[in-house]
């Protein structure tokens, strides 16, 4: 049995943003996979990276990380972002992502990100998101996302239904 506990819910009292956005890459299988970590968090801004390894390989040929890693690390690290933007964090889920590869990682080299949430609605968020190996001047690849925001943190369970005219 694992010793680490699940995230709290969303809105409780006293929650540390950089707890719940680590316990976002402890329960999302993808990031742990890819080894994922957060750098630094500041409201509506996180940077992370992914360590090089040669399993995240996608060309043998060229030791390339595959795209699919750089695309879960985008996107996850989003995700983070939107959760970080929210004065009482609840769970987001991506309905777009788009994504430009600029160039090919750098075979050998960590992945770093960092991502802006800069709109944040009642139930969309807005981010953006580069992935670089030193600077974000020279990107390997930039997304723009949006996500769906459970608008519903805090109230009851139906609460949001229509009553039924009698």
């Given at each position: 049995?694992?010793d680490?506990?699940?995230?709290a819910?969303a809105g ?13 890459i ?8 890819i ?9 509506g ?5 992914t ?12 030791n ?7 695309t879960?690390?985008?996107?996850s ?6 959760v ?11 309905i ?11 075979p050998g ?24 190996e ?24 139906f ?8």
């Open positions: 049995m694992s680490s506990k699940p995230p819910p409780a009292e006293g929650e540390d943003p950089g707890e719940r956005i680590r316990a976002m402890r329960f999302s299988p993808q990031a742990t996979a080894g994922m970590e957060m750098t630094r968090i500041e409201r801004r996180v940077w992370g990276r360590p090089y390894r040669p399993e995240l390989v996608g060309d043998p040929e060229t390339v990380i595959a795209g699919g890693v750089i879960t690390l985008l996107d690290i989003c995700g983070m972002a939107a970080s933007a929210m004065e009482h964090p609840s769970s987001v889920a991506t777009d992502l788009r994504i430009d590869y600029m160039r090919a990682a750098e080299r960590d992945v770093l990100a960092e991502a802006h949430c800069y709109k944040l609605g009642r139930s969309i968020a807005f981010v953006r998101a580069v992935a670089y030193d600077t974000p001047e020279n990107p390997i690849a930039h997304v723009a996302c949006a996500f769906m925001v459970n608008a519903s943190a805090g109230r009851r369970i609460s949001n239904m229509r009553k039924k005219k009698s």
